[in-house]
């Protein structure tokens, strides 16, 4: 449908082994992005400032895709 998209959601991502920076083939669908700070026992936590270059990964993956939308942590 050219009206249904997606949030490309990272903490997915984390869990799932896949990598950050590997989301050229979907940002044609995705219209949110989202982060967190995966905890020890896989839940979502607030950001940590120990992944910084992480959270940076994941901004400069999507902007190298052209997005220029939104992102929640």
């Known amino acids: 449908l050219p009206n249904l998209f997606i949030v490309l959601d990272f903490h997915h991502m984390l869990l799932m082994d896949e990598d950050v920076e590997d989301?050229?083939?979907?940002?044609?669908y995705v219209k949110h992005l989202h982060t967190n700070h995966v905890g020890a026992d896989r839940s979502k936590q607030f950001l940590v400032e120990e992944e910084t270059d992480l959270y940076r990964k994941e901004l400069n993956a999507a902007k190298k895709c052209g997005y220029d939308g939104t992102f929640s942590v």
């Open 23 to 28: 989301i050229a083939y979907v940002m044609p």
